[in-house]
């Protein structure tokens, strides 16, 4: 059994029906700033694994990664205050 399917990667159907508004740029619960907050943290944590395995490229394209969605949150967060 591979990784993914061992902690419930891949895609899931949803059912058909009413479809729940997305979270638009107020933010909120699984609003696009805590989707940048998951990914920054998510990647900080990859990018430990990368180091202990010594896997540089990965370690460095995670760190990137990191960066994008810091500043990603930074420009979000200056517009809000405008």
Do not use: C
């Not at 479809?19 to 699984?30: K, L, N, W, Y």
């Not at 370690?59 to 809000?80: C, G, I, N, V």
């Amino acid at each position: 059994m591979g990784l993914l399917s061992s902690i419930g990667g891949g895609r899931k159907r949803k059912p058909p029906g009413r479809r729940r508004p997305a979270s638009d740029e107020t933010g909120g619960e699984g609003g696009p700033d805590d989707a940048l907050v998951l990914i920054a943290v998510a990647a900080s944590e990859l990018a430990k694994l990368a180091q202990h395995h010594k896997f540089e490229v990965l370690d460095h394209l995670l760190a990137m990664t990191r960066l994008e969605a810091d500043q990603q949150l930074r420009a979000r967060s200056r517009r809000k205050l405008s």
